[in-house]
T-cell receptor, first 112, second 116 residues
């Protein structure tokens, strides 16, 4: 069966420090991968999605970047964190165009 | 533009009472519709989905939803709520968009509280 792993679960980082959040999917190949951010009391904002290795689409201009170095690995990064980057980050995958998204357990990022 | 509206930010019901969470969407083609549930500090879990066919779909945990094209709605229902249903619920719409890529658009969520 397919599983998605996301880490770390929680992270506290000072302003100006770098960020790397990792997401991996097991049990499937060539998944579509997604990074969402969920701010307190708000819905989900799509940040990036990828349909293949090295293929990244950005939804909103921001302080973050994403990479997909391997088929089932999706990384969210920042060179210098801002206070506004605090939030709950969710990785998700799906196989086909209109199949449901399957989410990881999320990373709670607090920038201090 | 595609969008999803969940008009109720917070809903409180008593345990055992019936529940209906509203969802309205705007989409230029036949939508694919989903309901997800999120417990605090957790990821989202799929409750049910609608792609085509019967407009009343059954999901996990006793939930169901009805697709009404004329009203652009996909409301979630449960006949008798349990305390464990307290969570945040998200409606989402998706489909094949221009460019061949696709994404799910989520509503802002409805937070459900259950009184004993």
């Amino acid at each position: 069966s397919q599983t998605i792993h996301q880490w770390p679960a929680t992270l506290v980082q000072p302003v100006g420090s770098p960020l790397s959040l990792e997401c991996t999917v097991e049990g499937t190949s060539n998944p579509n991968l997604y990074w969402y951010r969920q701010a307190a009391g708000r819905g989900l904002q799509l940040l990036f999605y990828s349909v293949g290795i090295g293929q990244i689409s950005s939804e909103v201009p921001q302080n973050l970047s994403a990479s997909r170095p391997q088929d089932r690995q999706f990384i969210l990064s920042s060179k210098k964190l801002l206070l506004s980057d605090s939030g709950f980050y969710l990785c998700a995958w799906r196989n086909t165009v209109n199949s449901p998204l399957h989410f990881g357990n999320g990373t709670r990022l607090t920038v201090t | 533009a595609q969008s999803v509206t969940q008009p109720d930010i917070h809903i409180t019901v008593s345990e055992g009472a019936s529940l209906e969470l509203r969802c309205n969407y705007s989409y230029g083609a036949t939508p694919y519709l989903f309901w997800y549930v999120q417990s605090p500090g957790q990821g989202l879990q799929l409750l049910l989905k609608y792609f085509s066919g019967d407009t009343l779909v059954q999901g996990i945990k006793g939930f169901e939803a009805e697709f009404k094209r004329s009203q652009s709605s996909f409301n979630l229902r449960k006949p008798s709520v349990h305390w464990s249903d307290a969570a945040e619920y998200f409606c989402a719409v998706g489909g094949l968009l221009s460019g061949g890529y696709n994404k799910l658009i989520f509503g802002a969520g409805t937070r459900l509280a259950v009184h004993p």
